[in-house]
């Protein structure tokens, strides 16, 4: 990522996350040892999160799609040192980013609606089947729930607001 530090505003935390606990974080990353998400693609990686809004990167944090990634374990509040609370800076940048654009709509969404997670289940369907256990049960191995499903998506307003991004996928 290229950074232009002349754009970058140094009292954005203060809008996000507006708490003390945030200049804490000395970029350990024990949170993202622990997170479920990290395993994803792209990866939630919590500790970049942190200095991004630390730093000021406004431009860039706004088209992060990371932080929709959570699957809301809390592994990161329970881990973090410096008591961070992870977890509250991952909602915080969820929050500010849609109240900055209305029209905002993380890709994690087009992945809920095409396989039904945003998780690495790959990543832990390799580890199950070295234990010899079953692959996870996901609908998207069920094509009939998985179209029930969709149908049910296309009914809330981020989808049918914005079908175009959902179509033939
Ligand atoms: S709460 Fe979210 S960010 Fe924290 S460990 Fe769990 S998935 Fe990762
Ligand atoms: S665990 Fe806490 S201190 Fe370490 S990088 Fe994550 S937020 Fe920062």
Partial sequence: MDID?????SDLWKEI????DLHHCYNCGTCISGCPASNGDPPLLI????RMVILGLEEELLEEDT????VSCSKCEEMCPMDVKPFELVLAIRKWQAQNDVTYVPTSIVE????GYTQAVG??????????????????KDPVK??????????????????????GK
Avoid: H
Wanted: hydrophobic share 35%; with cysteine; charged share 25%.
């Fill in 5 to 9: 530090f002349n754009e970058s505003r």
């Fill in 112 to 115: 809920i609606y095409k396989r």
């Fill in 67 to 70: 932080p929709w990634a959570c």
């Fill in 146 to 167: 998985l179209k029930l499903y969709q149908e049910m998506l296309m009914k809330t307003p981020v989808i049918a607001d914005n079908d175009y991004m959902f179509k």
């Fill in 47 to 50: 500790r970049n999160l942190a």
């Fill in 123 to 140: 990543v832990n369907t390799e580890l199950r089947n070295q234990l010899g256990l079953p692959d996870l049960p996901t609908i998207s």
């Fill in 17 to 20: 996350y507006n708490t003390e």
